[in-house]
């Protein structure tokens, strides 16, 4: 009994530990913690909402910036909905100034194509389309630019994005360990990427959420929460 009361504790002071490194990012009430334009970016009835209308748009892509730290190995996990458009959570990223961000990206759209993609905004583009598994090393005969191997697959990407809903809410969940960058959406891994690409990797920057240029759109998102990993 002593010796299983001892495993008790463990257990709990493991899980205790593990709720407390989880912080949740989004109050429900405000945008405290968070910097995007006003004109774009808003609470309505307790969601983050980010949305351009045809009398509203915004001439480039424009990003919420949470303010409260940078991200370096961590997992993020929250639900999000989209009506039209594309989106992404970006990841250690770069504040480039007046709401712009580029980095790593993971994608999502009211389409067929992106959802679950990585892709680097302002940067080397796509590195793994849905269902890859890829790894980014240097250009022969370039460091400076990346080359995108396909090592493998994590699932076919019709059927991923058959099980993501449309005009509803999805589980998003990113996790970044290294130079190791997963995406899953609602349960399914979407990419495995290795980032190698010396000249082009990032270790840890900002996160923050895209309204991206284009037709009237309408994102929503809720349970934001970060977990560092060490």
């Known amino acids: 009994m002593h010796m299983k009361s001892l495993a008790l504790c463990s257990l709990l002071a493991l899980a205790?530990?593990?709720?407390a490194a989880e912080m949740n990012l989004f109050n429900g009430k405000d945008l405290t913690g968070?910097?995007?334009?006003?004109?774009?970016?808003?609470?309505?009835?307790?969601?983050?909402?980010?949305?351009t209308t045809a009398d509203n748009p915004t001439k480039g892509n424009t990003f919420l910036i949470w303010t409260n730290g940078t991200v370096a190995d961590f997992e993020l996990e929250l639900d999000y909905k989209i009506i039209a458009g594309n989106s992404g959570?970006?990841?250690?990223?770069?504040?480039?100034?007046?709401?712009?961000?580029g980095g790593y990206q993971g994608d999502f759209e009211a389409g067929d194509t992106y959802s679950g993609?990585?892709?680097?905004?302002?940067?080397?583009?796509?590195?793994?389309?849905?269902?890859?598994?890829?790894?980014?090393?240097?250009?022969?005969?370039?460091?400076?630019?990346a080359k995108v191997e396909v090592t493998?697959?994590?699932?076919?990407?019709?059927?991923?994005?058959a099980k993501i809903k449309k005009e509803d809410w999805n589980h998003y969940r990113?996790?970044?360990?290294?130079?190791?960058?997963?995406?899953?959406?609602?349960?399914?891994?979407?990419?495995?990427?290795?980032?190698?690409?010396a000249a082009?990797?990032?270790?840890?920057?900002?996160?923050?959420?895209?309204?991206?240029?284009?037709?009237?759109m309408l994102l929503q998102f809720r349970n934001i929460k970060l977990t560092p990993l060490k």
């Not at 493998?152 to 994005?161: F, N």
């Open 16 to 19: 205790s530990s593990g709720s």
């Open 34 to 51: 968070w910097d995007g334009n006003p004109k774009f970016w808003s609470v309505r009835d307790g969601l983050l909402t980010g949305q």
């Open 89 to 101: 959570i970006q990841y250690r990223s770069k504040d480039m100034g007046n709401w712009v961000v």
């Open 117 to 145: 993609i990585l892709y680097e905004e302002r940067g080397r583009g796509i590195l793994a389309q849905r269902g890859q598994k890829t790894r980014i090393i240097a250009q022969p005969g370039d460091a400076s630019k």
């Open 152 to 161: 493998g697959s994590v699932g076919d990407s019709k059927e991923i994005q």
């Open 174 to 197: 990113i996790v970044a360990k290294g130079n190791h960058l997963q995406h899953f959406i609602n349960g399914m891994q979407t990419v495995d990427v290795t980032d190698e690409h």
């Open 200 to 216: 082009g990797a990032a270790s840890s920057g900002i996160l923050a959420l895209q309204l991206h240029a284009g037709p009237p």
